[in-house]
């Protein structure tokens, strides 16, 4: 099935099953692999990517469901070669060990800033509770993000 969808505001066309998900399509049909992929299965949000606007778990939506949409990736928030405020937040606080994470906190972090640029601490609590760190306690993420909304 030909899909055609806008992927960091580039059109892009891509040939897929019909149970291909949208992780796989980025990773493996487009070569984005900032999407991480830790469980596959909706619980841990490595593979967090912006739908149409809203942070959804790319290993739940099925690349046919995309057909027409819009998506945006961790690759396309340093698209003019500079760290988003978000990705320089996360390195100046220490937010990042191992890394696998990171790319999705940060797209949920986004979609948080997106629609509330001066969240509270709790606020940032709830926007990542949805991804898994196993490395940082978290509190320095929540820094990141806080010291981003700054
Ligand atoms: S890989 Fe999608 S939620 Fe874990
Ligand atoms: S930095 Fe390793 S899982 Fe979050």
Do not use: W
């Amino acid at each position: 099935m030909e899909v055609t969808l806008t992927v960091n505001d580039e059109e892009r066309v891509a040939d897929v099953g019909p149970t291909t998900t949208l992780t796989e399509l980025l990773r493996e049909h487009l070569d984005l692999t900032g999407t991480k992929v830790g469980c596959g299965r909706g619980e841990c949000g490595a593979c967090t990517v912006i739908l149409d606007g809203s942070p959804v778990n790319s290993c739940l939506v099925f690349a046919v469901q995309c057909d027409g949409r819009r998506v945006l990736t961790i690759e396309g928030l340093d698209a003019n070669g500079e760290h988003d405020r978000i990705q320089s937040a996360f390195i100046e606080s220490g937010a990042v060990q191992c890394g696998f994470c990171t790319p999705g906190m940060i797209m949920s972090a986004y979609a948080l800033l997106s629609s509330n640029p001066r969240p509270t601490r709790r606020e940032i609590e709830e926007a990542i509770s949805g991804n898994l760190c196993r490395c940082t306690g978290y509190v320095k993420i929540v820094d990141a993000v806080q010291a981003a909304s700054e």
